[in-house]
């Protein structure tokens, strides 16, 4: 006798949001599971919890279900396994206070209420289908870092890639961490990672190449960037003249001598950076030798540090592709 398809669902569009289970290929037939749920995501294959349901949802089954806009108590990580007939068993409260989570492959990841008062957030970690959790240990001596939210921007290396918005101050840049292979004890891989003004974080990784991540980083102001601002504002005026009408495409789409002038200037913030080791070390992307028109860039003799290839991040969207990579490519990535 065939096994039933299972199918998770959810619907908040009328009173409190529903996760219900259909038992049938052919639907007509759904139980529900829970309701006054946030979020909810079947479990992870990898570790054999394909039948298993994870989800958020509020202790208190009373009134209309409001949205989840900030770190609120009143809400918790559960679970529930389904069986072949597609009947739920009894539900797990797995993680008190967890109120937004994360399964990506052999991890399990969510931010739970530190303070409601601060809205401040821990982040908890198992990778063992959330029979135990730790808590994330970030570097000591740094200070305290506020764990506001999280960007999880990969898992795929059994290593967990953690954007942290924790700099003072700063609203579009956040630090990298890279935790341990159990996923909780993390070090520091980068500051000043950028992020776009819709939360996207400008960090990619190369996937047909192992180890392999670029990252955008806004630029301190230090001695080495002051050489190449210098450099760079020289040498635009000859270069930049010959070009003062675009390309073809650039003319389509609005891009002609004004509207790259304004872009150049706000280029020189921001710097792309490559790991080869998985976020041990980054450098400056090597830049070509020519430019588009044929004629030397004035990178020519100056170590990376002075001059490198910078490429755009999703936080120009509006007018440039973010860098991307395929997995049918032999490692390259383009921009």
């Not at 009894?90 to 492959?105: D, E, V, Y």
Request: hydrophobic share 35%.
């Amino acid at each position: 006798m065939p096994v039933p398809a299972l199918h998770a669902s959810a619907d908040a569009h009328h009173g409190p949001g529903k996760v219900t289970c259909q038992r049938s290929k052919l639907g007509g037939t759904f139980l529900q599971i829970a309701q006054y749920v946030v979020q909810f995501s079947w479990g992870s294959a990898k570790i054999n919890q394909s039948d298993r349901i994870y989800y958020t949802a509020y202790a208190s089954k009373s009134s209309d279900q409001g949205k989840l806009s900030q770190w609120s108590t009143e809400v918790d990580f559960r679970a529930v396994d389904v069986n072949d007939q597609g009947r739920p068993a009894s539900q797990i409260t797995s993680l008190k206070h967890g109120n937004k989570f994360m399964i990506s492959n052999e991890f399990i990841l969510v931010a739970k209420v530190s303070s409601e008062e601060r809205q401040t957030v821990n982040l908890m970690v198992s990778n063992d289908g959330a029979n135990t959790w730790k808590a994330a240990l970030l570097p000591s001596g740094m200070g305290e870092l506020e764990e506001k939210w999280y960007t999880i921007v990969d898992t795929s290396e059994g290593a967990v890639l953690l954007h942290l918005n924790s700099e003072t101050g700063a609203t579009d840049t956040g630090r990298i961490f890279v935790s341990d292979s159990e996923g909780y004890k993390y070090s520091q891989s980068l500051l000043h990672n950028v992020r776009s003004s819709t939360g996207e974080v400008e960090f990619d990784k190369v996937v047909s190449l192992t180890g392999v991540y670029l990252a955008n980083v806004v630029a301190q102001a230090d001695s080495a960037d002051a050489g190449y601002e210098k450099a760079k504002q020289a040498a635009t005026e000859s270069v930049e003249q010959d070009a003062s009408e675009g390309s073809s495409v650039d003319r389509r789409h609005g891009r002609g001598w004004g509207k790259a002038s304004r872009m150049a200037k706000e280029e020189r913030t921001i710097r792309t950076v490559i790991s080869f080791d998985k976020g041990g070390s980054w450098r400056y992307l090597k830049p070509p030798r020519v430019n588009s028109q044929g004629q030397p860039y004035f990178c020519a003799g100056k170590p990376l540090q002075d001059c490198a290839l910078h490429l755009h991040g999703s936080s120009s969207w509006d007018l440039y592709a973010p860098f991307y990579s395929s997995w049918g490519a032999w490692g390259s990535a383009g921009s």
